[in-house]
């Protein structure tokens, strides 16, 4: 079946560049999605890129996609305290459901 | 901006009774999905309906769980009878045919003593 692995933690300087990484299983998976986890709340969609897609850029943040390899990246620029939370990476097929990884927590120390 | 709406956001109660969540996706939204997250097991999927239909319950125990969509605008999701180990955080999400992402609700945070 389907799989997406993250690292489980990472903590960066604040104001340092964080790149979280995550791989999938599925080659036709059509969209790959960066949701974000803060303590106590659902999870919140941060961006979204279509598996045609090498590359997207959303003011700090900017996902690459290696297809070939099935590897997605979400680098944050300008690290923030506020960016503190856990990031789960996620990958559709068509409209279908969305299989999860199990998050990445992002520790951002001042 | 809207959102999806879950209640209630905790609820305790003791082991063999009945627990009923509900949420309210969002309009026009015609995707609704179950998550359960605990730390143990991440993000589970438990069920997921498309234009009121379910389309996927395999994720959830069929003995004591049960989700239905009475209309387009109410997902619940029932535990008869409840056991300490479904102690977790559920989550509800809406989106549009799956795709684009989903938009979660807070959740309901359960505990069963």
């Known amino acids: 079946g389907e799989d997406v692995e993250q690292s489980l933690f990472l903590s960066v300087r604040e104001g340092d560049s964080s790149v979280i990484n995550c791989t999938y299983t599925?080659?036709?998976?059509?969209?790959l999605y960066w949701y974000k986890q803060e303590p106590g709340a659902g999870l919140q969609l941060l961006t979204y890129i279509f598996s045609n897609m090498d590359m997207k850029q959303d003011q700090r943040l900017t996902v690459l996609l290696n297809k070939k390899d099935k590897h997605l990246s979400l680098r944050i620029a300008d690290t923030q305290t506020g960016d503190s939370a856990i990031y789960f990476c996620?990958?559709?097929?068509?409209?279908?459901?969305?299989?999860f990884g199990d998050g990445t927590t992002l520790t951002v120390k001042p | 901006d809207a959102r999806v709406t879950q209640t209630p956001r905790h609820k305790v109660t003791e082991m063999g009774q009945e627990v009923t969540m509900r949420c309210q996706p969002i309009l026009g939204h015609n995707t609704v999905f179950w998550y359960r997250q605990t730390m143990m097991q991440g993000l589970e999927l438990l069920a997921y309906?498309?234009?009121?239909?379910?389309?996927?319950d395999s994720g959830m125990p069929k003995d004591r769980f049960s989700a239905e969509m009475p209309d387009a605008t109410l997902a619940t999701l029932k535990i008869q009878p409840s056991e300490p180990r479904d102690s977790a955080v559920y989550f509800c999400a809406s989106g549009l045919q799956g795709n684009y992402g989903y938009t979660f609700g807070s959740g309901t945070r359960l505990t069963v003593v």
């Open positions: 599925d080659s036709s998976s059509t969209y």
């Open positions: 309906f498309r234009n009121r239909a379910p389309l996927d």
């Open positions: 996620a990958e559709s097929v068509s409209a279908g459901k969305s299989t």
